[in-house]
């Protein structure tokens, strides 16, 4: 499919969809359009990547998580 023909289909959508459909692909394209390769800061270290990994491992081990279930479930209140 072609750029062009990308593009109606979606504006088809957009001129259809509901408000909650909008501010989703609003919010995409807000987040495509802000991306940002180049954030400020020191490149992460691999001691640092490591206590990172323990650290997560460690609440884990103590059931500090969410599951994926609770996870799928908390994203549709937002």
């Not at 062009?4 to 609003?26: A, H, N, P, W």
Request: aromatic residues 6%; charged residues 30%.
């Amino acid at each position: 499919m072609s750029a062009t023909q990308i593009q109606e289909k979606l504006q088809k959508v957009i001129d259809s969809g509901d408000s909650r459909l909008l501010r989703m692909l609003y919010a995409v394209a807000k987040e495509y359009s802000e991306e940002n390769y180049t954030l400020p800061g020191k490149p992460m270290t691999e001691r640092v990547l490591k206590n990172r990994i323990q650290a997560s491992k460690k609440r884990i081990a103590s059931g500090r998580f969410t599951t994926h279930e609770d996870l799928q479930k908390e994203i549709k209140t937002w």
